[in-house]
């Protein structure tokens, strides 16, 4: 993780749609970051604009009009998935480096197209995959590449919320032509990137079932996905719109033939490992330190390659192959129709 020594040398940011997600987590985040700084924020919703808790920061209403800032070097996109491709090819036409909220896009050939436009610009691109910077993670990558675990035969991810079929009025993810799909296409590909991250594999298949089990809207509100990666251990991803929001809702779990690892997303809860041999868990505890928030550290580590001129640790192609297996499940699993 990249550590700045001042802030002095910093890169000037705009973010592009004021949803809850930004509001909560990116703005505060550009705000702590070390070697990044919030310049300007844009939203086609001025009422949104005006939601968006920040001092002192341009406010456009106009993409073209952000672009034209010349405090912004760089912009993160977090409007509705459908608009993603379009808007990172403007981001990167003027000179923009350019960090995308998940799903990338709606189809791996309008990835492809944001792969190729940034290229093309000579900037830099990255998906928003945020958990692999979290700290929990971070430790058990480093746990499983110095073998604590043993043989990593299993690996699970549960990742869920509460969508009820009312949301807020600038929701759009019930939307299936703007968010592209439900649960399934919105969530799962954290749990994607996270294992081939955490594991240092990569997957070879993946089938995945969907339901709409609870609510009445166009999208799924649930699914499972299950896959296999290239070193023979199994991975499945569980993600839903219908999990109640008291129940534990992001978990990490990882059998191996030494040890069991189960880690959680949320901040302040440690990492607890259970021994094969003996049964006995132990509770590792990670720095307080670190233990911020995972937006933050990703936009330092990203801005860092752009300031530092060193490429991104990640190439964006590995984000298509990605959105590419995702499309494949998606089209090969099995979807249940709604119980009413």
């Known amino acids: 993780m990249f550590e700045a020594k001042s802030k002095a040398r910093s890169l000037g940011w705009a973010v592009v749609g004021c949803g809850q997600v930004v509001r909560d987590f990116v703005i505060p985040a550009l705000q702590g970051a070390s070697n990044a700084r919030l310049v300007a924020l844009c939203d086609a919703s001025a009422e949104a604009l005006m939601r968006a808790p920040a001092n002192g920061v341009s406010r456009y209403t106009a993409l073209g009009s952000a672009l034209a800032d010349k405090d912004v070097q760089a912009v993160y996109i977090a409007t509705p998935n459908a608009l993603h491709a379009a808007m990172t090819e403007a981001c990167a036409a003027a000179g923009k480096h350019v960090l995308c909220e998940t799903p990338m896009a709606l189809t791996p050939r309008d990835g492809l197209r944001m792969v190729a436009a940034c290229q093309r610009a000579g900037v830099h691109y990255a998906t928003a995959f945020d958990q692999r910077h979290h700290v929990a993670y971070r430790r058990l990558r480093t746990l499983v590449k110095e073998g604590a675990l043993g043989t990593i035969t299993q690996a699970r991810i549960h990742s869920a919320c509460w969508l009820p079929e009312d949301p807020a009025p600038d929701d759009w993810r019930l939307d299936p032509e703007q968010a592209g799909g439900g649960a399934m296409f919105n969530l799962a590909p954290h749990g994607l990137d996270l294992l081939e991250v955490v594991l240092g594999d990569e997957w070879a298949s993946l089938m995945a079932l969907t339901q709409r089990r609870v609510h009445g809207y166009s999208v799924d509100d649930g699914a499972v996905l299950v896959g296999q990666l290239k070193s023979g251990a199994l991975g499945v991803l569980q993600v839903a719109y219908n999990c109640p929001d008291t129940y534990p809702r992001r978990t990490l779990e990882i059998i191996g033939t030494k040890a069991r690892a189960l880690a959680s997303r949320t901040p302040g809860v440690p990492l607890f490992l259970t021994d094969a041999r003996t049964g006995q868990e132990t509770r590792i505890i990670l720095p307080p330190e670190e233990d911020s928030s995972p937006c933050l550290h990703q936009l330092?580590?990203?801005?860092?390659?752009?300031?530092?001129?060193?490429?991104?640790?990640?190439?964006?192609?590995?984000?298509?192959?990605?959105m590419g297996l995702l499309t494949q499940a998606t089209r090969g699993g099995r979807a249940f129709p709604p119980c009413h």
């Open 300 to 322: 330092e580590a990203f801005s860092a390659c752009v300031l530092e001129g060193r490429p991104q640790p990640y190439a964006p192609e590995r984000d298509v192959r990605l």
